[in-house]
């Protein structure tokens, strides 16, 4: 039976490359790629992932290839991008607890929430693409949040790329608060590469200077004294495999966290980078 992965998108712009290193490793492979984004809204490329000539502040250098520029545009501008899955419409809203009639509420919510692990028995695999974007909607997406919890509760794979990796460390049962990461080795954006200035989104017309958050501060934090992150700084590729997670940690692991994802679902890797 075919495989079929759901890959989440944010709607202020993702990483070209960091969407089609795991989609072309899954196309080579036969697999099927689904798409969801917050609202359902179609998402679209960063310009300067797409761009060959644009310099990474941090690196200094081009992070994309002209070959991979072209690639990358070609899939953010053809068709398999367009009608996304809304998580909005898929996955109920938790209601605040000033509500009227909150317990009612609450028992509602969780009912419809039960339905996600039935939900998702079609997917073998979910991939968070990373970007600047998901700082703004995916990070603390509370919906996306449960879709990882009913991933993990289901025992099946979970990738997140760059700042597609938040999501993980916010994503907490509700009840005990304490990180699915914890004890968990990860990678992920890191500090040496955060921009001073131009943190940038689609969609809006806000410079955010540098980004709002150090994601490996908290990741750091989040995996706990038996866990650990791992920069890898100086080395040109960074992916942790430590399951049921497969963690990445710029534009360069895109490839690398795709075929990695392909090893666990076709001969059962477990750990792998450290």
């Avoid at 998580?87 to 929430?113: Q, V």
């Avoid at 997406?141 to 993990?152: D, K, Q, S, V």
Wanted: charged fraction near 25%; charge should be negative.
């Amino acid at each position: 039976m075919t495989k079929k992965i759901l890959i989440v998108l944010s709607e202020y712009g993702y990483w070209g490359e960091e969407l089609l290193g795991p989609v072309a490793t899954f196309d080579e492979q036969g697999y099927q790629s689904v798409f969801a984004t917050p609202t359902g809204a179609r998402a679209r490329a960063l310009p300067p992932s797409l761009d060959p000539g644009y310099i990474d502040p941090p690196l200094g250098r081009s992070v994309t290839t002209p070959e991979v520029a072209v690639a990358a545009k070609e899939l953010d501008e053809s068709s398999r991008l367009d009608n996304p899955i809304s998580l909005a419409e898929w996955i109920p809203d938790r209601p605040y607890f000033s509500e009227p009639d909150y317990l009612r509420k609450i028992e509602a919510y969780n009912r419809e929430l039960s339905n996600l692990d039935e939900d998702i028995k079609q997917f073998d695999a979910l991939v968070i693409v990373g970007g600047s974007g998901p700082i703004v909607d995916l990070a603390n997406n509370e919906r996306l949040h449960e879709l990882i919890l009913a991933f993990l509760r289901a025992d099946k794979p979970i990738v997140g790329e760059c700042y597609g990796v938040a999501p993980l460390a916010f994503a907490r049962d509700w009840e005990d608060r304490k990180s699915i990461i914890w004890g968990k080795h990860v990678t992920g954006h890191c500090k040496e590469y955060d921009y001073k200035d131009g943190t940038g989104f689609i969609g809006v017309d806000f410079n955010m200077g540098p980004p709002p958050y150090p994601l490996e501060y908290i990741l750091r934090d989040a995996t706990g004294p038996d866990g650990q992150y791992h920069g890898n700084v100086g080395k040109e590729v960074s992916v942790i495999v430590d399951y049921p997670f497969i963690t990445a940690r710029s534009t360069p692991d895109s490839f690398p966290a795709g075929e990695k994802l392909v090893e666990v679902l076709e001969s059962g890797l477990r750990r792998f980078g450290f």
